[in-house]
């Protein structure tokens, strides 16, 4: 369960502070902190189509163990959202503006920096046990921004953007309530946009719509108390 689940958790505290006056209550929600390596794939716009970086995914987590603890809290109306069993991700506005993935490339030849952002995502579980589980995403809109070095048969320096969605297959594994890690292949399909300054062949502009990307993330969990 992903971001779109922010507005009815978001519903359920407006509710909360509409009702009759009372003292504020203080939960204990997880700080989620994943950060990983990721291996990108892009061709089209450089000599070297692999290139290194990294994946980061900071947000709190409403887990079903928070609903169930607070369950008494939330209004009677809004219970019947209590039996979900997936973990609620909620982050700030503002933190839309930290790529998810970020491309660190550097070299004397060939160069490429640059990350991808996204907004929403929605997710099914395509299998899951006690510790494992596996999901198959949508994330749409992504964005994203390159800018490109090379010394071979390209343009020496490029400014890449492109928008588009990306689907992405995710084997997810808990070790424990505070550690888990995320083992995934996402692709990437955009349309470059028109304030690029694109100026290869036409094979290489074919290929820049696709980016792929492996990646394994560690979450690290840390407690933080807030108030509703």
């Known amino acids: ?41 892009i061709p089209g716009v450089t000599g070297r189509v692999f290139h290194p970086g990294l994946q980061i995914e900071p947000y709190a987590v409403i887990t079903p163990k928070v609903l169930q603890d607070n369950k008494e809290k939330i209004p009677m109306k809004y219970r019947k959202f209590l039996k979900t069993r997936e973990d609620i991700h909620l982050a700030p506005l503002w933190m839309a503006l930290i790529p998810n993935y970020i491309v660190i490339s550097p ?19 395509l299998w ?19 800018y490109t ?32 890690a995320t083992l995934a292949y996402a692709h ?12 290869t062949n036409e094979n290489a502009k074919r290929d820049w719509i696709h980016t792929g990307i492996l990646s394994l993330v560690f979450h690290f969990r840390f407690p933080i108390t807030q108030e509703i």
């Open 107 to 125: 070299g004397s030849e060939n160069a490429v920096y640059g990350g991808i952002w996204s907004l929403f995502s929605l997710s099914t579980n």
């Open 1 to 41: 369960m992903q971001k779109q689940v922010l507005f009815l958790f978001l519903l359920i505290l407006v509710s909360l502070a509409g009702a009759v006056p009372r003292e504020k209550i203080e939960i204990e929600i997880p700080l989620n902190v994943g950060v990983g390596p990721a291996f990108f794939w």
């Open 128 to 146: 899951e046990a006690s510790r494992a589980k596996i999901q198959g995403q949508l994330i749409l809109p992504t964005l994203s921004y390159l």
């Open 188 to 199: 990437d399909f955009k349309l470059p946009l028109p304030l690029n300054t694109y100026k």
């Open 149 to 180: 070095h090379s010394e071979e048969n390209y343009p020496l320096t490029q400014h890449l953007f492109g928008v588009g969605a990306m689907l992405r297959l995710s084997a997810n594994f808990k070790f424990s309530e505070n550690f888990l």
